[in-house]
């Protein structure tokens, strides 16, 4: 994972329309796409082009139904250069694919890293080479060496070295069932730090990565094309099929597309953030895969995910809008679900109604509310998600009156407040005023504006309506608040304290801000 960051804590007050889509009353959004199941192995390359996959257009094309690479002696490469799979990372996985190769070196590149060179990566290397020689070997591209030949089961000790502790087989009666030229079958399995090449039916060599400061459980898939004398390879029927993360939690983080000025809805950098918060100071109990600018084209990404969060706009905006379904199978699998922001809105009907079954709660237009205003979060209750909170006030849209499960089944306030009376400034709108809630400003009701559910089939949810500032990720309890309930939904161990994070720095705050359009004169 390359994780990054983001923003700080500016009150800008904005009038209140948060850039709202006003919507009919929908009962049902149609054309609802089917969930794919967590069983299910999904094509990564359509047989046709190469979406999804970025790699220096002069070496690579689709020719014959595969992914091809080819170098020549008129325009040779100096370095090692990849195709890289970019919509998504690997983390625990079983991948297939046909592979043939006419001459050279090549391999497949998993939960590998981008170098500073143009199409360079390093990493894990399933290997690959027109001889038989080397194809089976496990090999660390640019991180380690060869760190499995083909017939070894090996275990990397700290510092990278490996050690031979069993076989396979003999390398050479291995190599027997390889076809020279023609098509044949990697099979390659990550589970926690345990890697498997198999070819043809046989297991060519694994690995067992001990080096806790080196090894790596996530990152890039790539092919390869090797520097030296010509070459070419062929890649075809390439799937992907997510396994359980079994020693950690899964999250994945889900960013919508920019829609509001700088500094606000910043959803991608929202998403950068936490995944490198988490990652990095959490790392041992939650692994968070980061989608940004809406719904994952990576149509595995939430087969091993033991929570989903997102972040974005709301509406038809929503990135689940039209994925109804695979909302209702995650939920259904006990899979945590939590809404930040103007994600905890779809719209009435079908649409809120899956949020409020996952979530426990939802934004209702022509019922809740969306005004800016100083949150005063004075008492917090005896629950996880509230370990290592301290009362604090930060200014943000906070959205209350929201619809919640019929008699808060299962909910449990996390954040209320009360909000003053200059939160009925607005006339009554579809995200603002109307008598009902005027009624509950004026007798001075808390309102919740985060909250958590235990859903009936076990699984858990939580809403979080603040987060329109990007830059109030600065403010320590407010954070603290986010991240504890990522990992509970997730059902990952919180802290007596709480997910302990460093304060970001302006630097990191500004790092992934959405290139969005100057303010107009």
């Known amino acids: 994972m390359n994780p990054r960051f983001l923003v700080p804590a500016l009150a800008l007050a904005i009038p209140a329309a948060c850039l709202v889509l006003l919507v009919a009353q929908e009962s049902s959004p149609p054309q609802q796409a089917e969930a794919v199941p967590n069983d299910e192995s999904v094509a990564l390359f359509d047989g046709e082009t190469l979406a999804g996959w970025e790699g220096d257009p002069k070496l690579w094309r689709v020719e014959d139904g595969a992914i091809t690479g080819e170098t020549t002696a008129e325009s040779p490469i100096d370095y090692n250069t990849f195709l890289k799979w970019t919509d998504g990372e690997l983390d625990d996985f079983e991948l297939t694919l046909e592979y043939r190769i006419f001459s050279g070196n090549s391999g497949v590149q998993i939960r590998s890293f981008a170098l500073e060179k143009e199409h360079a990566v390093g990493g894990y290397q399933a290997d690959i080479d027109a001889e038989g020689k080397w194809t089976g070997t496990n090999y660390g591209e640019q991180f380690r060496g060869i760190l499995a030949k083909r017939g070894e089961k090996t275990v990397i000790r700290e510092g990278g070295k490996p050690e031979v502790v069993g076989s396979l087989g003999d390398a050479d009666e291995l190599g027997k069932v390889l076809r020279p030229g023609e098509w044949n079958t990697y099979r390659i399995v990550a589970q926690g730090n345990k890697i498997v090449c198999e070819i043809n039916g046989k297991p060519m060599s694994e690995i067992v990565d001990e080096d806790a400061a080196t090894r790596r459980r996530a990152g890039l898939l790539a092919f390869q094309l090797h520097k030296g004398p010509p070459m070419k390879v062929q890649f075809r029927d390439i ?27 910043e959803h991608n ?48 905006r929503h990135p689940a809008y039209w994925h109804l379904r695979q909302i209702d199978y995650l939920r259904g699998r006990g899979v945590g679900v939590g809404m930040i922001h103007y994600a905890v809105e779809m719209t009435p009907g079908e649409s809120n109604d899956t949020l409020i079954a996952a979530t426990g709660g939802a934004f209702e237009i022509n019922h ?93 949810g939580f809403g979080f309506t603040g987060l329109h500032f990007h830059d109030n990720w600065v403010q320590d309890d407010f954070r603290k608040t986010v991240l504890n309930a990522i990992c509970w939904i997730a059902k990952a161990e919180i802290p007596e304290n709480g997910i302990e994070t460093p304060t970001p720095t302006q630097e990191e705050l500004d790092a992934n801000l959405d290139p969005k359009p100057a303010p107009k004169p």
């Not at 997510?242 to 000025?261: E, F, I, Q, T």
């Not at 808060?408 to 008598?435: F, K, W």
Request: proline share 10%; glycine share 10%.
């Open 269 to 316: 950098a929202g998403a950068l953030l936490a995944q490198r918060l988490l990652n990095t100071h959490h790392g041992d109990k939650v692994l968070v895969a980061a989608y940004l600018n809406g719904w994952p084209r990576d149509r595995s990404a939430f087969q091993n995910a033991d929570a989903l969060v997102i972040q974005s706009d709301g509406g038809p």
């Open 368 to 460: 809740s509310v969306n005004p800016h205003w100083d949150g005063d979060f004075a008492a917090l209750p005896s629950h996880p998600v509230a370990r290592g909170v301290k009362p604090f006030t930060i200014r943000d849209e906070w959205y209350f009156n929201m619809r919640f499960a019929k008699d808060m089944a299962g909910v449990t306030p996390i954040l209320s407040a009360v909000p003053p009376g200059e939160t009925m400034s607005r006339p009554d709108g579809s995200h603002s005023g109307n008598p009902g809630v005027r009624k509950q400003v004026e007798e001075k009701r808390p309102q919740h504006v985060c909250w958590v559910v235990e859903r009936p089939e076990g699984g858990r």
């Open 239 to 265: 799937r992907l099929k997510r396994l359980p993360l079994g020693d950690v939690r899964k999250v994945v983080y889900l960013a919508g597309s920019p829609s509001h000025p700088p500094r606000m809805h």
